[in-house]
């Protein structure tokens, strides 16, 4: 019997063309997907022949459609490191399945950088399907060892991860990404641990993500480009970008958004047009059975890179190329991108540089959290839509979106929803993290956050939280099984702290991080993605022949205890029915007690 696998791959290769796709010498592509729109761009004239000796193997390739494995990607890189001074290459992680993560630099600083030049870290590969950012970057660092344009390092300097999850680049097929238009063969999307690495910028549980956030703690960088290709609806965009705080939404990094909003998105935008792209800014369809319901800004949480970078101060664009374009329009619209930006540092980096240092300066009183896009609109995007019909499917029952691969000349007025906050946390003076909790404190230094450190026990005035309601999920989510609390009861203790603990204060540029990672009910938080289990188990009960006559004791004793509950007797029916709710209700005001109960290890200091 044939398998359904079996099928849909006799189908994929009927013809001679599609068989031979896959050993990498005709052109890969699915014939499910729509047509992609004729393209015949400025920035091909960036490709140089496969006769050169510098060719990458994305331009070697006759479709442009190729992307090299990691072995064949590094080998190139350190060719091109033995051969210029202007590049080196630096390891700066283990991958669980033990590559080494690395990063090209091109400077013409030497080893150590000029603090007076802006810095451009670009990332490619953190979802290795998507991996135009390589392709891209091996193009640039080319043409700028060799090509003429070393002048770009004058004033700024280049960091590329060409590859950031290398586990999964290495977990490649042609079946990795049914929704994108090439590289014939791709990544896989998680890691070899099954994470998916833009989940993780505030959690950090990856050894991936904790080290690129080491390097951005080495370098700092000036501007932070996160490569992607997106999913979803068709458009006529290829290069779509975005950031937190853009067109005057709301951002933790106001001054930033406001260069960005006013300095970075015209000269991208110029840039890609005279090169013959078209971008977009990020958005996100709302309804994918109804193309013209309206777009959203995909969220703004801090466990992708742009929110990360708005809570941390690090200005941070997201770009999602269009997964229906082809891998070679990409590429080059990546690759006009970044020259762009490293032109634009060196006249503007100053300015950015100014913007930065003013949003690291805030220090709000209120962090509003837990984004959730709008119910109604809140104003219309025109929007450059490709035409499309619907039909009968026989395989679903229900009518389909045909896209027709043609741009539609009419531009579409869209309803736009963007996100807001559904939680407000107060800022505290300081947290303060148990010495057992190694590690909540190791994840905070990763971070990069300042913290004093106890060399002795010291016994301090804190806001302790009680959980009223911890919720368990029933699914686990990123290797995590999630908790969420809404309601905690604020209790004032003096507690010691041994040896070891940590105090963080939150009068430190990464105080909101702080804050959003330490507040129990901040969906980003540590106590979110259920790192604190062990407070939500009693250890200690008591019998039923045991409260039952102390419950009387105590209502004999104290006529305002009896007066309470008798009034939530009154007031609950099934509480009132509920006998061992009632006895429970009582044994929670004994000193028998388990006060560590649903108490939240991590303290206030206000």
Do not use: C
């Not at 400077?107 to 000029?114: C, E, I, L, N, P």
Request: net charge negative; glycine share 6%; charged share 25%.
């Amino acid at each position: 019997m044939r398998t359904p696998l079996l099928i849909a791959a006799a189908l994929l290769f009927a013809s001679p063309a599609m068989a031979q796709s896959v050993s990498n010498t005709a052109p890969w592509d699915q014939p499910f997907l729509p047509p992609a729109p004729e393209w015949n761009g400025a920035s091909r004239d960036l490709l140089r022949a496969a006769s050169d000796p510098w060719v990458t193997a994305f331009e070697a390739d006759a479709d442009h459609d190729f992307s090299p494995n990691y072995v064949d990607t590094r080998a190139w890189f350190d060719r091109l490191d033995a051969a210029s001074d202007l590049i080196r290459i630096e390891q700066f992680g283990v991958s669980p399945e033990g590559r080494p993560i690395y990063a090209v630099i091109a400077s013409k600083d030497g080893a150590t950088f000029d603090p007076s030049k802006p810095v451009l870290l670009a990332q490619a590969g953190i979802h290795p399907g998507e991996i135009d950012g390589k392709d891209a970057g091996m193009m640039l660092l080319r043409d700028i060892a060799f090509y003429g344009k070393d002048d770009l390092l004058d004033r700024v300097n280049l960091i590329l991860i060409p590859i950031l999850s290398v586990d999964g680049h290495e977990r490649a097929s042609a079946y990795s990404r049914p929704n994108q238009r090439g590289p014939r063969i791709q990544g896989w999307r998680n890691t070899a641990t099954n994470q998916n690495l833009n989940r993780d910028y505030l959690k950090l549980d990856q050894p991936e993500m904790r080290a690129v956030r080491g390097l951005i703690v080495k370098y700092r960088p000036d501007l932070y480009v996160d490569i992607h290709v997106t999913d979803g609806m068709d458009y006529q965009y290829d290069v779509t970008y975005g950031y937190n705080g853009e067109n005057g939404l709301y951002s933790r990094s106001p001054a930033t958004a406001r260069w960005l909003d006013d300095a970075f998105k015209p000269a991208m935008n110029a840039a890609l047009e005279a090169r013959g792209h078209i971008p977009g800014e990020l958005v996100f369809g709302i309804d994918d059975q109804n193309p013209r319901a309206g777009l959203n800004d995909g969220g703004l949480g801090e466990r992708f890179s742009n929110g990360w970078g708005s809570a941390a101060h690090v200005p941070t664009i997201l770009i999602e190329n269009h997964s229906l374009k082809p891998h070679e329009q990409r590429v080059l619209g990546t690759y006009v991108f970044l020259e762009r930006a490293l032109k634009l540092l060196a006249t503007d980096g100053a300015a950015l540089r100014t913007a930065i240092a003013a949003d690291s300066a805030l220090r709000p009183a209120d962090i509003p959290a837990n984004f959730a896009s709008d119910e109604q609109p809140s104003s219309t995007r025109a929007f450059k839509g490709i035409t499309y019909e619907t039909y009968d499917s026989p395989a679903s029952g229900r009518r389909e979106i045909r896209w027709l691969g043609q741009p539609d000349p009419q531009v579409w007025e869209m309803p736009f929803y963007s996100s807001h906050p559904t939680l407000t946390l107060r800022r505290p003076e300081a947290y303060w993290v148990p010495s057992y909790r190694t590690d909540i404190i190791e994840r905070l230094r990763v971070h990069g956050v300042t913290m004093e450190t106890l060399s002795a026990p010291r016994t301090v005035p804190v806001e302790m939280l009680r959980l009223n309601d911890p919720r368990i999920a029933t699914r686990a989510n990123e290797g995590h099984v999630q908790t969420t609390v809404t309601e905690v009861t604020p209790l004032q203790r003096d507690w010691t702290f041994p040896t070891g603990s940590v105090r963080v204060p939150t009068d430190q540029p990464l105080g909101d991080i702080v804050v959003l990672l330490l507040e129990p009910q901040s969906s980003e938080s540590f106590f979110a993605w259920g790192m604190f289990p062990e407070v939500l188990s009693r250890v200690e009960y008591i019998e039923g022949y045991a409260i039952a006559p102390l419950a009387e004791r105590m209502m004999a004793a104290d006529p305002a205890l009896k007066a309470e509950f008798e009034a939530k007797l009154a007031a609950e029916p099934d509480f009132a029915a509920n006998g061992d709710g009632r006895l429970q209700w009582f044994y929670e005001r004994t000193p028998f007690y388990d006060d560590h109960y649903r108490l939240y290890p991590v303290a206030r200091e206000n």
